[in-house]
């Protein structure tokens, strides 16, 4: 279930993001300006994760977690483009995009409140963008 997998996750002190793996294979970042604002989206973030963690899991193949591809997403999104729009509240809406990386972001003032970065996958439609957040993977396809 959701929350037999979820209860095995915990925040750490001061924690402001996460990022999610599944079967090896990073799939998604969510960072936010404030570690209370983290705090209070923890849980609901967590389980959109974990829906396909649990639908994806391959319990034939071992799974490294690996530091380098962590790194590597976060490298692809330093040279992504960026689109800057007004929001529907306040802030500016962000869209980010490279060859490798998706993804968006709200800021306000210069700050950046919440930014959601995920790998490209092959053949994936670049300037999409509708609303939409159930999966992870739901969100990463309806977002860009």
Same mark, same amino acid.
């Given at each position: 279930?959701?929350?037999?997998? *979820?209860?095995? %996750?915990?925040?750490?002190?001061?924690?402001?993001?996460?990022? %999610?793996?599944?079967?090896?294979?990073?799939?998604?970042?969510?960072?936010?300006? /404030?570690? +209370? *604002? %983290?705090? @209070?989206?923890?849980?609901? #973030?967590?389980?959109?994760?974990?829906?396909?963690?649990?639908?994806?899991?391959? &319990?034939? !193949? +071992?799974? /490294?977690?690996? /530091?380098? @591809?962590? *790194?590597? #997403?976060?490298?692809?999104?330093?040279?992504?483009?960026?689109?800057?729009? &007004?929001?529907?509240?306040?802030? *500016?809406?962000?869209?980010?995009?490279?060859?490798?990386?998706?993804?968006?972001?709200?800021?306000? +003032?210069?700050?950046? #409140?919440?930014?959601?970065?995920?790998?490209?996958?092959?053949?994936?439609? =670049?300037? =999409?963008?509708?609303?939409?957040?159930? !999966? %992870?993977?739901?969100? =990463?396809?309806?977002? #860009?």
């Amino acid at each position: 279930s959701i929350q037999e997998y *979820t209860k095995q %996750f915990s925040l750490i002190d001061g924690q402001v993001g996460a990022v %999610f793996m599944i079967n090896g294979k990073v799939i998604g970042m969510d960072g936010f300006g /404030k570690h +209370e *604002t %983290f705090g @209070k989206v923890f849980n609901k #973030l967590l389980s959109s994760y974990a829906i396909d963690a649990i639908d994806w899991y391959d &319990p034939e !193949r +071992e799974h /490294k977690v690996l /530091k380098s @591809k962590v *790194t590597k #997403l976060m490298n692809a999104s330093k040279g992504a483009s960026i689109e800057s729009h &007004p929001s529907v509240g306040l802030g *500016t809406d962000l869209r980010l995009e490279s060859e490798k990386v998706i993804g968006f972001a709200l800021s306000l +003032e210069d700050q950046i #409140l919440h930014i959601c970065i995920f790998p490209r996958e092959d053949g994936q439609r =670049r300037n =999409r963008s509708d609303s939409g957040m159930v !999966r %992870f993977s739901m969100r =990463r396809r309806n977002r #860009l």
